[in-house]
């Protein structure tokens, strides 16, 4: 640790220097006069004091080598990679800066520092590599990187041409222009020479010129990177600069929290106090380690119980975000429970018939997806769109045949039909190991369905699944106007109600039951679109679906709709908050017996069918 | 009296029975007394395969007690054979002793290798034969009556006491997955060594326990046969058709439910710790609802309701998954699926339906 | 909402699950000193928002034969449920005698107390045979231990083929009951009922599917029983009811509309509007 500090120290103030040389003019030393506030959370206020201490500590303008060096052999033995990372947010800053304020001009041409690398000894390569990493310029974390592999190659020409050995292979490009150069040029190259203290400077002129990028996001995770580290006043005062100059809010946010992180081990007691109320507003781990260390160490009380407290708060509201995000899984877990058994209440509830092969059903619209997919390779989205209606048709064809070619026999006598269907589930499950494989099959899922919302630091939503809780919500409500609106779902519940009425007054019971069969197979189809994009895509997947979906049908009820739409939330929820505790399977176990106590309450689920019909 | 009432018009119960004496008679006499060289000489591995198939005849003919007869469906009876099954192979375990891999005297392999420093408690007494056996029916026992016992007294019934038989079935599956369970994980229990001081491996051993599980399977036979030719038998099927009807005559159904549910979860544990010694291993394979499933395609197949057609059935699924998977693997789970379908729509009351002249009016 | 007071219904703290509260039995004798022997009060019956049954309050006398009649969906037969422990009222007291409360007890101890049921549709054991449907409907020790060792008696043997004989099913008893005709289902059923020697009958729809002869046999039986025992009787049938009927009620819309004697209720002005108009 101290190791590191030290290099920080070596490296900060070189940089600064140069920055102080080059911007004299600029605002922040216009504020110079203030003096620090104790409440220091405004940047404005407390750059100064740290600015001004800079050249009084660090004045001499050119790097002084020798110790430098020194310490970065030394320290490469001990923690390489943690030295790296932190020189290089050091320095990155600094650089930065001197790019940002009017150095411009005075820099060099990038093209001919480039030209400048073989020349010279080592410290004369850092130095260019140093002003290079100060450019911003695009082409430069490329060529430090592969200087720093060994793989940065010069040609014996005048002025040399400076080329980047691809990383695999024989290629290679021009440093320069960025074009792609034949082996043969790339073998005629030399190397230019590297040694260990070169090397790991450069890894962090790398990460600072990766800093310098004009991404936002490129900045933000080098700030990460930097937190992660210890920030010497140099460096703060640096940091300053930046948040002068930051327009990106979350950039922003982030360098605030890292300045404050760094004045905890501030002098005085004000300036500790002003850096714990900022960082009372972060969720960061590392300020939560930080703050940790302060309430443990601190020499000052106040600091101390100001600390401890911000820490309880910060703590408590990670609390209310860890809840927000179980809520969020248990929706959604809830959601897939939904899609896979609503298909499921539809021929139970409807037609009292128990579907084992409903799971299938689930697989062979994921397959459906998969199949799609391998029709159109191009165009993930639309495959992913075209896929919901296709895998509803052949779902909801598959169910037909089945209600037509079995069930329709086995109508009262639903413990057959509990077998029947069982036995069609190994024959559909059968099918597709032959006719595909008995692998999983890839499906891949468009860019707007992975990845994850970040809403805070503990709290990040993955779009597949709020994309999945969304879809499950529309496709249930769809359901839920067929039912309630449609003729067919007028004919349903008339069948539902009494068979042998609805047939005397017309309705077509025959016909009615292999489309409602049809329509909850089909959902069935739908919900294995959905779920073709969380998990894998196989023979088996329906499996793993079916008695869960038949604990929600238990739970929910057959009455109506809205008791499999509660009970399958109830159930994610549960199995969501449970998990935490309990682990995965354990929570699954309790949930089943959760479920075997509940039905001694409610026999007949939380929205049972009541009634003289429901009694027989 | 009681040997007429128990066979009286039962000829196929007495023609099962009969083969089944027969068979205890023969297959030993097959594979001890006659010559490797001899036509009719039997190998250990039929008289294995035999014996497996006796106690998947017992595990029918339990599922059958209360399906034929009850009415009731359980689709996770795999659970109490599984138990029965994992209760002697903690027993056959503990008798391995140090000849283990790692030579622990006190605690099995999978225990040392997951750092247990001691048996858990549930393991104790186990080294006692008669201890194991007293679990092997008890613990399926309790299980039954409890969840039993929650079950009927809610009135749950049909489809929806089938269903929540295969949840317990999966969650017993999901729980003896885990290493923390202490029953050896995914691994099961296996490698065993000897019985009641008997090699496991030993051509005699294995014809014993084959004559055991005749011997029990016809036991269990006439005990059930005297159930269901008892008023208890008359009472469930008076519950099976109309379980109001009995309700309202006095009876309390719940109980006449449990306790026979109860008995058919022993029946099923005592098949089970019959299995695992001819098997040579237990697993959470065995908790497999398909496992559970299947068992009640064999009463399904030989005809439910008549205890001698869960014994066919049995023997005719196995014998035929057993050359299915040789000779053709890829078929057999068409075959089984399709055995599901056809058995319903065409064959509800099994193959003792083609051969039986149907009384009229006898309730499915 | 349904789904709103049905989560509320399954959350209700001030109802603990029913196996945890102590059952009371039979153990006291059935008082019916004051004069009833089965009392209905206030009682309400609600299926998912229809009222099956709305505050009806109804007595029966020991003894007596007592004829139900209202048009379909009047609440009879879900009467004949709440009173034989098949459905729960949402409110309202059912009294057997003066001291025992039905509500609080299972079908089968209602049945074994003495209350015994016909259904509407004839409902017998098909499967068994109509001597063993009388057999296991006989008053007996009913526990599972005795019935697994069970060995009948001659004298219930004598029961059996007395009440066989008096339903007309003697050269039947071997038949599977499956294979009666309805007619004889409805005497095996009511047969079933004697056998359990109850002190209340409630008979269902006893002459539905029957010929005159058969209605006019039924009817002799059901006078007979009164006295002995309480009869009551739901019927549509009106030439029946009126061949056996000494007092009448009338059920609509899930309570009392009248009462009294069959000619008192063919003369009142509601019931012809209600029930008998649509009949003339």
């Known amino acids: ?616 | 009296m009681l040997t007429r009432r128990l066979f009286l018009s039962d000829w196929g119960g007495i023609t099962v029975l009969v083969l089944l004496l027969a068979m205890t008679v023969a297959v030993p006499y097959a594979n001890l007394a006659l010559p490797p060289e001899s036509p009719w000489h039997l190998s250990t591995y039929w008289v294995a395969l035999i014996g497996k198939f006796l106690t998947f005849a017992l595990l029918a003919l339990a599922i059958d007690l209360i399906w034929g007869y009850a009415g009731i469906l359980s689709l996770g009876h795999g659970a109490f054979f599984g138990l029965g099954g994992y209760a002697m192979g903690m027993y056959l375990t503990r008798q391995i002793g140090d000849r283990g891999v790692y030579g622990n005297p006190e605690l099995p392999d999978f225990m040392v290798f997951l750092s247990y420093d001691s048996l858990p408690w549930f393991w104790w007494g186990f080294d006692m034969f008669w201890f194991a056996m007293a679990m092997v029916v008890l613990v399926p026992g309790l299980l039954a009556l409890v969840f039993g016992w929650l079950a009927f007294r809610s009135r749950v019934g049909g489809v929806y006491f089938a269903i929540i038989t295969q949840a317990l079935v999966f969650a017993l599956m999901l729980a003896f997955f885990r290493n923390e369970m202490g029953f050896g994980g995914n691994n099961g229990l296996t490698d065993f060594k000897d019985i009641l001081g008997f090699s496991v491996q030993a051509r005699e051993t294995r014809v014993g326990l084959f004559v055991a599980s005749a011997v029990v399977l016809i036991l269990a036979y006439v005990a059930s046969r005297y159930i269901v030719t008892s008023r208890y038998g008359r009472v469930l099927i008076a519950l099976r058709d109309a379980e109001s009807r009995t309700r309202f005559a006095g009876y309390r159904v719940e109980h006449y439910k449990l306790w026979l549910f109860v008995f058919s979860a022993m029946l099923a544990g005592i098949a089970g710790a019959l299995y695992v010694p001819q098997v040579g291993i237990i697993n959470p394979g065995e908790f497999a609802p398909l496992r559970s499933i299947e068992a009640v395609l064999w009463v399904a197949v030989g005809g439910r309701g008549s205890l001698f057609g869960a014994i066919i059935g049995a023997f005719t699924v196995n014998g035929a998954k057993t050359w299915f998977t040789t000779a053709y693997p890829e078929a057999w789970l068409f075959a089984l699926g399709a055995l599901f379908v056809l058995v319903t729509l065409f064959l509800p009351r099994g193959l003792v339906g083609i051969f039986r002249r149907k009384r009229k009016g006898e309730g499915a | 909402m349904s789904m709103v007071r049905n989560t509320r219904e399954a959350m209700r703290r001030d109802r603990v699950f029913r196996f945890l509260e102590p059952s009371p039995d039979f153990a006291r004798p059935v008082d019916t000193s004051h004069g009833p022997i089965l009392y209905v009060e206030d009682v309400s019956v609600r299926f998912d928002g229809f009222l099956a049954l709305n505050q009806l309050t109804l007595s029966v006398d020991e003894g007596e034969l007592r004829c139900i009649i209202g048009p379909n969906g009047a609440g009879k037969t879900t009467m004949m449920d709440v009173i034989t422990g098949k459905t729960q009222p949402d409110e309202g007291k059912v009294f057997f005698g003066q001291n025992v409360d039905l509500l609080r007890l299972d079908e089968y101890e209602i049945a074994r107390g003495g209350i015994g049921r016909k259904f509407q549709k004839p409902t017998v054991f098909e499967a068994l045979t109509v001597f063993e449907n009388l057999e296991l409907s006989m008053a007996s020790d009913k526990r599972v231990w005795s019935t697994l060792f069970f060995r009948l008696r001659p004298e219930q043997r004598d029961r059996i083929d007395e009440v066989l004989d008096l339903i007309g099913l003697l050269e039947h008893h071997e038949h599977v009951a499956g294979s009666l005709s309805h007619g004889q289902k409805q005497w095996l059923e009511i047969g079933m009922l004697l056998m359990q020697n109850p002190r209340v009958l409630l008979v269902d729809e006893p002459v539905a599917g029957m010929t005159g002869e058969e209605t006019e046999r039924t009817a002799e039986l059901l006078v007979s029983l009164a006295g002995s025992h309480t009869v009551i009787v739901v019927e549509h049938d009106m030439a029946f009811v009126r061949s056996i009927a000494r007092r009448v009620t009338v059920l609509h819309q899930g309570s009392v509309l009248a009462e009294g004697s069959m000619s008192q209720i063919q003369n009142d002005p509601r019931v012809i509007e209600v029930y008998l108009g649509d009949e003339a």
């Open chain 1, 1 to 616: 640790m101290t190791s590191i500090a030290l290099v920080s120290r070596m490296l900060g103030p070189m940089l600064a220097a140069l920055l102080l040389l080059t911007a004299a003019s600029h605002a922040w030393a216009e504020a110079e006069a203030a003096t620090p506030a104790p409440e220091g959370a405004m940047p404005a206020e407390s750059m100064p004091e740290t600015t001004t201490d800079f050249p009084a500590v660090e004045p001499d303008p050119v790097p002084p080598p020798e110790p430098q060096e020194s310490v970065v052999a030394a320290e490469f033995d001990e923690l390489p990679a943690a030295a790296e990372g932190n020189a290089a947010g050091d320095g990155s800053e600094t650089l930065d800066e001197t790019l940002a304020d009017d150095a411009e001009p005075a820099a060099p041409n990038v093209e001919t520092l480039i030209r400048q690398l073989p020349e010279g000894s080592f410290n004369d390569r850092r130095a260019v590599a140093t002003q290079l990493a100060a450019s911003g310029d695009p082409r430069v974390p490329d060529i430090l990187s592969a200087l720093a592999e060994g793989r940065l190659l010069a040609t014996a020409d005048a002025p040399p041409r400076i080329l980047i050995r691809a990383a695999t292979g024989t290629g290679g490009s021009d440093a320069i222009s960025g074009e792609n150069v034949p082996a043969s040029v790339i073998s005629g190259g030399t190397r230019i020479p590297v040694h260990n203290p070169l090397r790991n400077a450069l890894r962090s002129l790398v990460a600072v010129a990766t800093i310098s990028a004009p991404d936002p996001e490129q900045r933000a995770s080098a700030l990460l990177r930097l937190m992660r580290g210890s920030i010497d006043s140099d460096l703060l005062a640096y940091l300053d600069t930046r948040v002068e100059r930051e327009a990106d809010p979350r950039v922003m946010d982030l360098l605030l929290t890292v300045r404050a992180l760094a004045r905890l081990n501030a002098d005085t007691p004000e300036e500790r106090l002003a850096a714990v109320a900022v960082l009372r507003g972060s969720l960061l781990n590392d300020v939560r380690v930080g703050l940790e260390a302060t309430v443990a160490r601190d020499a000052d009380p106040d600091v101390r119980e100001a600390a401890a407290e911000a820490l309880d708060s910060i703590q408590s509201r990670i609390e209310l975000y860890r809840f927000t995000e179980n809520l969020f899984f248990g929706l959604s877990a809830g959601s897939v429970l939904l899609l896979a058994a609503i298909g499921l209440a539809i021929t139970f509830g409807v037609m009292g018939v128990i579907n084992m092969a409903h799971g299938e059903l689930i697989m062979i619209g994921a397959y459906t997806t998969w199949f799609i997919q391998t029709l159109i390779p191009g165009a993930l989205s639309s495959s992913i769109l075209l896929a919901i209606p296709a895998a509803f048709v052949v779902a909801g064809l598959v169910g037909i045949a089945m209600e037509r070619g079995v069930i329709q026999f086995l109508y009262g006598r639903p413990l057959e039909t509990l077998l029947a269907t069982f036995g069609i589930s190994l024959i559909l499950q059968q099918a597709v190991r032959s006719l595909f494989s008995p692998l999983n099959r890839p499906v891949a899922s468009p860019d707007w369905l992975s990845g994850s919302l970040e809403v805070n630091p503990v709290l990040a939503l993955t779009w597949s699944r709020i994309y999945i809780l969304v879809f499950a919500i529309l496709v249930f409500v769809a359901l839920l106007l067929v039912m309630k609106k449609t003729s067919l779902g007028l004919k349903v519940r008339a069948v539902a109600q009494n068979r042998p009425m609805a047939r005397a007054l017309g309705v077509r019971t025959g016909w009615v039951d292999a489309l409602t069969f049809g329509l909850g197979a089909g959902i069935a189809g739908i919900a294995g679109v959905a779920l073709s994009q969380l998990t894998n895509v196989g023979p088996n997947m329906g499996q793993a679906y079916i008695i869960d979906s038949f604990m929600v049908v238990v739970f929910g009820g057959v009455g109506n709709l809205w008791g499999t739409f509660v009970g399958a939330m109830g159930l994610g929820m549960m199995t969501k908050f449970l998990e935490p505790h309990s682990g995965a399977v354990l929570a699954k176990i309790l949930v089943l017996i959760f479920i075997i106590l509940f039905i001694q309450r409610r026999p007949r689920g939380l929205f049972p069918k009541k009634g003289r019909a429901a009694e027989a």
